[in-house]
């Protein structure tokens, strides 16, 4: 696996999820990064320079989906 560079977003284009709660299980993504680039950054909400996970629409979709079953 190799490694890539982090995607340079700024920090105020990041919008947290709706069912994110108090208990710290929080995750962000970027969707205007989204829209311009065709590829879904996905982090943990308690680490803003921590790692991103950078994923395609349909996983990012199936996530969601998942998600939303899981609450």
């Known amino acids: 696996m190799s490694s890539r560079p982090q995607p ?3 920090a105020g284009v990041w919008v947290k ?4 709660g108090g208990e710290g299980n929080c995750v ?10 065709g590829t879904v950054p996905v ?5 803003a320079h921590g790692p991103v996970l950078m ?4 996983a ?12």
Do not use: Y
């Open 43 to 47: 982090r943990d909400s308690k680490q």
């Open 28 to 37: 962000e993504w970027a969707p205007a990064f989204a829209a311009a680039h």
């Open 60 to 71: 990012f979709r199936a996530f969601v989906r998942l998600a939303r079953s899981e609450a």
């Open 8 to 10: 340079a977003i700024e």
């Open 17 to 20: 999820s709706s069912h994110s």
């Open 55 to 58: 994923v395609g629409p349909r």
